[in-house]
């Protein structure tokens, strides 16, 4: 493969839908909106048809100038339309390849491939990986097995037999686990979100305010519709939100070939990730309110690699969905370094006074302001004491850590609960806080980093046993000692 290709001419398509796809809220202003009726009607008709045009020309140019190869080594990239640029990766500090099948690829029968190479974590090709939009499956799996074939050359001495690759199956969905993971996503919400944002994108064009006061006018002669409207309009954002997770993590697959975890899910967008196992900076355990009842609970990797505009590749979700009791058995086989059978120390009992506090310096504001402003459906507000109380005993319930066989273990909610997993030689940083108050209660909080993508991650515990935390910083700090 060393004379230069190009990639398939799809990939101009991809390009120029890529380019549209980011001026699309602009564009519409300037199509639907801009003309209002005036004799400027057939310029902005014509400056649209401008626009998409330029953007073909330029998604076909690029495609044009973008070639690659592999030679000495090395994938070596050529692209730019005014500035010819030249990459030059060499094959021993590619990391990973990740694959995936958008719709136009999946027409042509083609794949985009990721490479994330050992100096990933920047922005995107100028910085650390290269992306081919658009090649054949064929070239695709050239270009894997050579780097397999370098990177076995490079760990086996001189005489030495090649060992067979192994290929362990780790997890695949199931319809119900699959199911399970739709209903109690927090979808909604973002499909929600979602559509206000884009409304709103054209409140300078929309008259809000008399829509608003129709509605509010229509509410007090129809309270009994509007709730049903309401519901139905959540009932639809849940049943959006399901499909789309449905599509999204359909035939999720979790692997394990040789030295890296490969994971594949998708039913119209087919994805493939590989992440290798030395990569692999600390398990995450998330629960959210609704999972946690049932049991059930989700698994992610921190990675060291990924980058700033793609953190799907540094967090990485291995176990959508589980029981949780089942983490173990699934994980430890296959990541050796991690143990999850561990036991969590609490934090002490004089501490919840201190999280019942905090719960109620954020509550005491908004119950103030209710009742000052909404006199006298305010006093409703009052509701939130309890409810207030109750988070802050689960927050201090489920804070905890661990120190066994050289990992850290930290247990810890904000909205989610978590338990996060940390060998100690992959923690960046530790560090250990006292205020004034916590300590004449002898407590102190404790956080740790790891390496996670373009940044840090880690976990963040609040008001531990000081001598606890004493202990925990010693361990990190005397590493020459373990």
């Known amino acids: 493969m060393s004379d230069p290709k190009r990639l398939h001419p799809i990939a101009a398509v991809v390009n120029a839908l890529r380019q549209l796809k980011e001026m699309i809220i602009p564009f519409l202003i300037f199509v639907v909106f801009g003309s209002r009726g005036t004799d400027w009607d057939l310029f902005y008709f014509f400056g649209s048809i401008g626009v998409v045009v330029l953007v073909l020309v330029y998604g076909v140019l690029s495609w044009y100038r973008f070639t690659y190869r592999i030679e000495q080594g090395e994938l070596r990239i050529e692209y730019g339309l005014i ?4 990459r030059y990766i060499p094959f021993d500090r590619i990391q990973s390849l990740d694959l995936s099948e958008g719709i136009l690829q999946r027409l042509f029968g083609l794949v985009k491939v990721k490479v994330e190479t050992a100096g990933s974590g920047g922005m995107g090709l100028q910085d650390g990986e290269a992306v081919l939009t658009a090649i054949t499956k064929q070239d695709a799996q050239e270009i894997h097995d050579y780097l397999v074939s370098i990177k076995k050359s490079g760990q086996i001495l001189e005489g030495e037999e090649v060992p067979e690759s192994s ?5 695949k969905i199931s319809v119900s686990e699959l199911l399970m993971l739709a209903s109690t996503s927090g979808g909604v919400g973002v499909v929600i979100s979602a559509v206000l944002a884009f409304v709103f994108q054209f409140e300078e064009f929309i008259p809000y305010e008399q829509i608003f006061d129709g509605v509010e006018h229509f509410v007090q002669n129809g309270v009994v519709f509007i709730s049903v409207v309401v519901f139905l309009g959540f009932l639809l954002a849940w049943i959006i939100a399901l499909f789309g997770t449905m599509l999204k993590y359909a035939n999720f697959t979790v692997r394990k070939v040789d030295n890296d975890l490969v994971i594949t899910r ?78 969590i120390n609490p934090a002490p009992g004089r501490s919840y006074s201190r999280y019942l506090l905090k719960g109620w310096l954020f509550t005491l504001p908004v119950l103030i302001a209710a009742i000052w402003f909404l006199r006298p459906w305010g006093f409703g507000s009052l509701l939130l004491l ?19 066989n050289g990992m850290l273990t930290f247990r810890y909610r904000n909205i989610v609960k978590n338990t996060v997993y940390m060998r100690k030689n992959k923690v960046q940083s530790f560090s250990m806080k006292e205020s004034f108050f916590q300590r004449k209660k002898k407590l102190a909080t404790v956080e740790a980093i790891v390496k996670s993508g373009h940044g840090g991650a880690g976990g963040k515990v609040i008001d531990l046993e000081k001598k606890h935390v004493d202990m925990m910083y010693n361990w990190y700090s005397h590493e020459v000692n373990e």
Request: glycine fraction near 6%; charge should be positive.
């Open 167 to 171: 290929d362990d199956l780790l997890y």
């Open 386 to 404: 309890p409810v207030s109380a109750v988070w802050s005993y689960l927050n201090y319930k489920d804070a905890g850590w661990s120190l066994d």
């Open 83 to 86: 500035v010819r640029k030249k």
């Open 266 to 343: 998708g039913l119209l967008e087919k994805r493939q990730f590989t992440i290798p196992l030395n990569r692999i900076q600390a398990v995450r355990i998330s629960e959210n309110l609704v999972r946690q009842p049932l049991g059930y609970a989700s698994a992610f990797v921190e990675s060291a690699g990924g980058s700033a505009l793609d953190q799907e590749s540094s967090k990485v979700l291995i176990l959508p969905i589980v029981k949780k009791r089942k983490i173990p058995g699934l994980l430890e086989p296959h990541l050796t370094e991690y143990h999850f059978r561990v036991n």
